[in-house]
């Protein structure tokens, strides 16, 4: 073989490789985390706020599992005082449709559960947000839930 035929065959080589490439980056899904995101920057101050009132309240995750549930408890202090607003968002970062969004308020323990039959198993990016006495409180981490 010749120099020619190996440079074209090299060539065309490449060239199919380039194809697959552009093929495979077509398939690829990019979403954003969340639909309102640009929204959310813009409001990005009042996030801040909200987590360093938490931060005086408390240090540490309130986000935990058992085998079947999913539990956020919040201190005394934040679940008894004129609570509002509690909103708790699971976002799935691979998977835009398996995001779980609940209205949520503290039992009398100051808990509040959810079945982990509502989730499939991975990584979630967990946001909660409320207010108690009229204080803004914001608290978010990665969950990965098991079965």
Request: glycine content about 4%; aromatic content about 14%.
């Amino acid at each position: 073989m010749n120099w020619g035929k190996g440079l074209a065959l090299f060539i065309l080589f490449f060239i199919a490789v380039m194809m697959t490439m552009v093929f495979i980056a077509f398939k690829q899904k990019n979403e954003l985390v969340d639909s309102n995101y640009y929204q959310r920057e813009q409001e990005y101050q009042s996030i801040i706020d909200a987590n360093s009132n938490l931060k005086k309240e408390i240090s540490g995750s309130i986000i935990s599992q058992s085998e079947n549930e999913i539990i956020v408890h919040l201190a005394d202090s934040l679940s008894r005082k004129d609570f509002s607003n509690g909103k708790i968002e699971f976002l799935k970062m691979d998977n835009q449709k398996l995001d779980r969004s609940f209205d949520f308020a503290p039992d009398e323990n100051g808990s509040w559960k959810v079945s982990k039959q509502e989730f499939s198993i991975g990584l979630y990016k967990v946001k909660v947000s409320w207010k108690s006495t009229s204080t803004p409180y914001y608290y978010e981490s990665d969950l990965l839930v098991s079965k």
